[in-house]
T-cell receptor, first 117, second 112 residues
């Protein structure tokens, strides 16, 4: 079975603090993809990153960085020097390509990040 | 460049009524998906489609019906709406089974 766990339901930080959102996944498939999506208060879902299971390189995009560790089945997301505009719900998701999965996304419950000025 | 659209954006209906939520994408993506978003559950897959005339159940399909006669459209029908189907519904599409999914703006459905 596939599962994604985001243990942090809500996080509150003050602007300019760094914050890490945790994501732990479960799958028996060897080929899978991990995603992060952002859902700002306006409600739309914004794609942030996709990582495949064969690429464990960390990635940095501006203030955002992602740490993928297969050994601990984790794909954590760090925002450096957070800003008020980062306030949103963040979802981690898994797409495993074993039999019958056909690209379906399994989402975690989401982490609500509040960045206070 | 419209992308992926959903209609209506908001809908209030009564228990027992049939409701259809529309989803349209302009990219000719093969894959389309319907998710529902509920507090504490994140997004859960209702149905998906790998191509026109090919659909399959997701995690929470009961009470829903889908069809896909054209690649660009993927309507979701609640045959007899129940209060437990009050939710925000998102449609998504992707080019491949491993590509990123593009989400529509969502439909907020309230069943009274």
């Amino acid at each position: 079975a596939q599962k994604v766990t985001q243990a942090q339901t809500e996080i509150s930080v003050v602007e300019k603090e760094d914050v890490t959102l945790d994501c732990v996944y479960e799958t028996r498939d060897t080929t899978y993809y991990l995603f992060w999506y952002k859902q700002p208060p306006s409600g739309e879902l914004v794609f942030l990153i996709r990582r495949n299971s064969f690429d464990e390189q960390n990635e940095i995009s501006g203030r955002y960085s992602w740490n993928f560790q297969k050994s601990t089945s984790s794909f954590n997301f760090t925002i450096t020097a957070s800003q008020v505009v980062d306030s949103a719900v963040y979802f981690c998701a898994l797409s495993a390509l074993g039999s019958g999965n056909t690209g379906k996304l399994i989402f975690g419950q989401g982490t609500t990040l509040q960045v206070k000025p | 460049d419209a992308g992926i659209t959903q209609s209506p954006r908001y809908k209030i209906t009564e228990t027992g009524r049939q409701v259809t939520l529309m989803c349209h994408q302009t990219w000719s993506h093969s894959y389309m998906f319907w998710y529902r978003q509920d507090l504490g559950h994140g997004l859960r897959l209702i149905y998906y489609s790998a191509a026109a005339d090919i659909t399959d159940k997701g995690e929470v399909p009961d009470g829903y019906v889908v069809s896909r006669s054209k690649t660009e459209n993927f309507p979701l029908t609640l045959e007899s709406a129940t209060r437990s189907q009050t939710s925000v519904y998102f449609c998504a599409s992707s080019e491949t089974d491993r590509g990123k999914q593009y989400f529509g703006p969502g439909t907020r459905l309230t069943v009274t």
